[in-house]
């Protein structure tokens, strides 16, 4: 049975939803400050962030200060540019570690289910763009996390798809595990994650990536699996909070299914959207 953790108890939270802030383009600890100073002056009962916080050699001073100022619990997941100039599985253990003592931050692939309100659950995973849609294989695309990150660098094109395959079944599983008890639980789930878990959410400057692009920018697995869930729970609703693109945009999968892609621009973090859920 997965484990449900709780928030304030309260009719109603307030909700800052941020992603891909990479605090790594601010010039100086007083601009990260004065971001975090923003968030802080939303007034949010909880914070979410979708990935691409920082960079490996910063994550953890980043999400620290930024820990500092905001006060109130950050949700969290991981993004690709988390992992530059490191590895996965040593941002991992920072991840965990933070979990584990720190009072506010909660890295989300380990916290379960999140009880928001009695009616509004969380649950979320790092997520990866898995190499399925588009060209797959054949893209002829090359993007910085393939030198930049110790697991997928100076891997052959075949090797590095596999990875990426499993990377992206590390998702798809664990939604297959959590969002079938967070839909019994609650009928309004939110779902945050990095990768865009469909085609239709793949935004880039107001349209959807062409297919060189998807197989880099989405995660199939992790989508098959919410939107079979999501058509056998008709009576609920899920909303998908994701990033990776930098391009807003939002898309309707189905009645029941929405996700919001936020964007975002280097050097320039911001709120994405303040939500309120009852």
């Not at 009719?11 to 790594?24: G, Q, V």
């Not at 802080?40 to 490996?56: E, F, Q, R, T």
Request: with cysteine.
């Amino acid at each position: 049975m997965a484990s449900v953790h709780h928030t304030q108890p309260s009719l109603m939270t307030r909700i800052a939803w941020l992603t891909d802030i990479h605090l790594e383009f601010l010039h100086s600890t007083r601009e990260i400050d004065a971001f975090s100073d923003s968030i802080a002056a939303a007034c949010p009962d909880c914070v979410l962030i979708g990935g691409d916080i920082s960079i490996a050699p910063y994550f953890e001073r980043h999400i620290l200060r930024l820990e500092r100022r905001v006060q109130v619990p950050i949700y969290f997941v991981l993004g690709n540019h988390d992992f530059y100039r490191g590895s996965i599985k040593r941002v991992h253990v920072i991840a965990e570690r933070l979990t584990k003592t720190s009072r506010w931050l909660h890295w989300l692939t380990l916290e379960g289910i999140v009880e928001l309100t009695a009616n509004t659950g969380l649950i979320g995973h790092d997520s990866w763009a898995d190499g399925r849609l588009g060209n797959g294989i054949d893209s002829q695309v090359l993007l910085n996390d393939y030198f930049l990150i110790d697991e997928l660098s100076h891997l052959s094109t075949e090797a590095r798809f596999r990875q990426l395959n499993a990377l992206g079944d590390q998702a798809a599983n664990y939604f297959q595990r959590l969002l079938p008890s967070a839909l019994g639980r609650f009928r309004n789930v939110l779902i945050l994650t990095h990768v865009p878990p469909f085609r239709d959410a793949c935004w880039h400057e107001g349209s959807i990536s062409d297919d060189e692009f998807l197989p880099h920018f989405t995660c199939k697995a992790a989508g098959d699996v919410i939107l079979d869930l999501m058509q056998t729970h008709p009576q609920c609703i899920a909303t998908v909070l994701c990033g990776h693109t930098h391009g807003h945009g939002e898309a309707t999968i189905l009645p029941n299914l929405r996700v919001k892609t936020g964007g975002a621009e280097y050097g320039q973090p911001k709120i994405q959207e303040v939500i309120v859920v009852e």
